[in-house]
């Protein structure tokens, strides 16, 4: 089946920690992004990737890096300068090339807690 | 710059009425897409509709209608009998067709639908 997977589901963090979580995606998708959603809020967009090697920052981009070395993957490292890492993150594949009707299509979540 | 804008943070709606979820959205590229998601408890994000800005016709799927009015820069989900299964978040998304495409969201309507 194509689709989108996040890893893991849930993950703790000690406070001056990088972490990484993984996104992955079979669905032969160009476009990636990373979103952070807090309790109640928005989704606010982090980083995006529109193809290979290439990445632009989102609206909230302080205190998070990303790869994208394969079409399939977009990792996202939070850094110990995010001061506030405790959310939700989604990430999303979509189609591109001018097909505006692609729907981005998301994974499950990765819930991140820092302790 | 591109802005969506969500101005319900939540609403209430007895079960078999109809709803309307506002979103006003802010662009300068005459080429855009217009998406809804819906977020229920689990996290997960569940497309539900597109709306083209060259679209002539109001998208439709289902119980779910997108009321576009494009002078207004404006493009209202419309559900037709709520059913309880219905309250979750929604959020109004739009991507320009220029540049890197980024896909943004607004913050959000909270819908609970009441038996």
């Known amino acids: 089946d194509g689709g989108i997977t996040q890893s893991p589901k849930y993950l703790f963090r000690k406070e001056g920690q990088n972490v990484t979580l993984s996104c992955e995606q079979n669905l032969n998708h160009d476009a990636m992004y990373w979103y952070r959603q807090d309790p109640g809020q928005g989704l606010r967009l982090i980083y995006y990737?529109?193809?290979?090697?290439?990445?632009q920052k989102g609206d909230i981009a302080e205190g998070y890096s990303v790869s994208r070395e394969k079409k399939e993957s977009f990792p996202l490292t939070v850094t110990s300068a995010q001061k506030n890492p405790t959310a939700f993150y989604l990430c999303a594949s979509s189609g591109y090339g001018g097909r505006m009707n692609t729907e981005a299509f998301f994974g499950q979540g990765t819930r991140l807690t820092v302790v | 710059a591109q802005k969506i804008t969500q101005t319900q943070p939540g609403m209430f709606v007895q079960e078999k009425e109809a709803v309307t979820l506002d979103c006003t959205y802010d662009t300068s590229d005459p080429s855009y897409g217009l998406f809804w998601y819906k977020q229920p408890s689990s996290g997960e994000m569940i497309f539900l509709i597109y709306q083209g800005s060259y679209d002539q016709q109001n998208a439709t799927e289902g119980r779910y209608s997108l009321n576009f009015q494009k002078a207004r820069k404006s493009a209202n989900l419309v559900i037709s009998a709520s059913q309880l299964g219905d309250s979750a978040m929604y959020f109004c998304a739009m991507r320009e067709i220029q540049g890197a495409q980024k896909l943004v969201f607004g913050q959000g309507t909270r819908l609970t639908i009441n038996p």
């Open positions: 990737s529109q193809i290979v090697n290439d990445f």
